[in-house]
């Protein structure tokens, strides 16, 4: 378990994370406002993209810990949220006489704001939720033997309780009106479905991820004694 002081220092792959949880977090946004069909499964696009977030939340909170993981979560916040201004200035500017883009142009950037609206909400609920289960679940099983099994435990176990916050949050609110509500139930019930699995299909892949991040960067923080605030952004 590393020290404080250590503990204050960002590593080129806690940086390369959080890169790659901003990036995830803006094009689920964008993909959010296409609707998906299966069979009798509908879906939205940002199913490609989004659970990766979940991903890296739970690598970053078992390599580093919830001050961390909250760290990231707020900046992944703070980066989608300039995103969608940029996006709804861009969409309120008119365009060009020559160019014929504006249609589906707002399309996605003109709904961006209540889809981005209702996502914040749900992304910091289910996100927090996802990197407390994860936190306690790990000190539960601190001393355990057998990491990849308990790691997988917790990993999934996280997943299904951020993603049922997410879900039931996010789907009322940007796309209440848009689709009919009786479709909302299974939307979102396949969406957390979908999801876990997206999880246990990539697990093998999150574990090698893990180990390799602990051991290059010689941590493995148990959060003990921290204050779960969400909004002690700076104790990192």
Known sequence: MSDNRENQKVSVLFMFFGTLFCVCLITANVLETKQLSFG??????????????????????????????????????????????????????????????????????????????????AFIAGSFINAYVMSKMKLRTEGSASFAKNFSARAIWSTVFGEMADSIIFF??????????????????????????????????????????????????????INYNIFNILKI
């Open 40 to 121: 009798p499964i509908n879906l939205t696009a940002g199913i490609i993209v989004f659970p990766v977030s979940y991903i890296i939340n739970d690598v970053v909170c078992e390599v580093w810990g919830y001050r961390r993981a909250r760290m990231l979560i707020w900046m992944g916040f703070a980066m989608n949220f300039l995103f969608v201004i940029f996006g709804a200035i861009a969409d309120w500017i008119p365009g060009a006489d020559y160019w014929h883009g504006d249609e589906g142009f707002h399309v996605i950037f003109g709904l961006a704001p209540r889809i981005a609206a209702a996502s914040f909400i």
């Open 172 to 225: 009322p609110l940007a796309l209440g009106g848009v689709i009919p509500w009786e479709e909302m139930p299974s939307l979102m019930i396949s969406q957390v479905t979908l999801k876990t699995l997206y999880e246990v299909m990539v697990l093998p892949v999150t574990i090698r991820v893990v180990k390799f991040t602990k051991a290059h960067d010689h941590e493995d923080v148990f959060d003990h004694d």
